[in-house]
């Protein structure tokens, strides 16, 4: 089921032409979705969260079962969040986590409820990396799960969750069992997305290997933009293990410890996911080591590039020296100087000139710095 729901989250992601900048509903400015599911199937039309959440309780009574709130942000102020924390109680540093946009990944249970944070990765959309190259955009997935309701608050203008709700509702034996189905539904998908991101960096790692190997990378301004894209991307690998890292510890404490909110029946799904963010670590820590030979390799380059031009110089200016020197010699005035009285003198100083040059330069030749 986990495998079948996965790909149906990516064939949906790919359907979508703008998944950027979600339609909004009637509903509230910030407000994408706001749905009642009763035992997995969606309730017919959507309606504000108190309405939705007053019907869920009224039918399901103490048991709520697989019924449940299922309520999507996208950006909302502190004004509009604070309505929905007063209707659902939310703890007070749940809100703060949720209006905040720069929280470390992490689980935590406060009163009843398990506010989930997760960082998600964006490949940025460029031709190819330069040194101003943005290569990974971050953003943010808040979801705030309890006994009846699922808030997912969203920010940044990549992950909208509509294809996990579109790929939920495709399963309602999964949606049966209820918030927490949310929850790992949207662990999912984050991490799915780490491992697209990271398939896209690598093609990004490879057209710089590329270029740093062509041979012309060690020269000039050549040079120094290599170094610039190959910092760039490892400034987008930094950005993405700082969105990623965090995450390990919550997933295994999802998948391992029992939680009053985490259907038994789901935990074992968390441990998949904690498996694919482990393998998403493993490539990202290895196309980091893979940048630091490659860069190790460009400096190399550029240091034989350089030791290649001053041994030229070096060669040009010894020869240049011997016309220097006997020009020099002869253009002193004095009046008892050799061949000075011979009609053969000047020519005949000319052609030691071009010898002694001729011989320096096969010398230089033969022995590679020119």
């Known amino acids: 089921m986990i495998h079948t729901l996965g790909r149906a989250v990516r064939r949906v992601y790919r359907r979508r032409v703008d998944l950027s900048h979600p339609a909004r509903s009637p509903l509230g400015s910030s407000v994408v979705d706001c749905v009642g599911y009763a035992d997995g199937v969606r309730q017919a039309g959507s309606c504000p969260a108190a309405e939705a959440l007053r019907r869920v309780r009224e039918e ?83 979801v705030i799960t309890g006994r009846d309701f699922v808030v997912t608050v969203r920010y940044g203008r990549h992950g909208s969750l509509g294809p996990v709700r579109e790929a939920l509702e495709a399963a309602p034996e999964q949606l049966a069992k209820g918030p927490s189905s949310v929850l790992h539904a949207v662990a999912d998908f984050v991490v799915d997305e780490y491992l697209a991101v990271a398939e896209a960096v690598q093609q990004d790692i490879d057209a710089v ?77 290895g196309y980091d080591a893979l940048l630091d030979s490659i860069l190790q390799a460009h400096l190399a380059q ?30 002193m005035n004095f009046e008892h100087m050799p061949l000075t009285g011979s009609v053969w003198g000047y020519p005949l100083v000319l052609a030691v000139i071009a010898v002694a040059c001729h011989v320096i330069h096969r010398g230089f030749r033969r022995n590679g710095w020119l």
């Open 60 to 142: 399901n009574g103490a048991d709520p079962a697989g019924s449940f709130v299922w309520i999507g942000l996208h950006e909302p102020s502190r004004e509009e969040f604070e309505e929905l924390a007063e209707l659902f109680e939310l703890h007070p540093l749940t809100v703060e986590d949720a209006v905040d946009a720069h929280s470390r990944a992490k689980v935590v249970p406060y009163d009843g409820t398990v506010l989930a944070v997760f960082r998600t990765v964006g490949h940025a959309a460029h031709a190819e990396v330069a040194s101003t190259t943005q290569v990974v955009e971050t953003g943010e997935i808040t």
């Open 209 to 285: 290997e590329s270029a740093v190997f062509s041979g012309h990378a060690g020269r000039g301004a050549a040079g120094r933009s290599e170094a610039g894209r190959i910092y760039q991307l490892k400034r987008g690998l930094l950005e993405f293990k700082r969105a990623m890292s965090p995450l390990h510890r919550p997933l295994e404490a999802l998948a391992h410890q029992p939680a009053s909110l985490i259907a038994p029946e789901i935990r074992p799904y968390f441990r998949d996911v904690s498996d694919h963010l482990a393998r998403a670590g493993e490539q990202i820590h």
């Open 302 to 331: 550029m240091t034989v590039a350089q030791n290649e031009d001053m041994r030229k110089i070096t060669a040009w200016a010894a020869i240049v020296a011997v016309p220097t020197m006997v020009c020099g010699a002869y253009g």
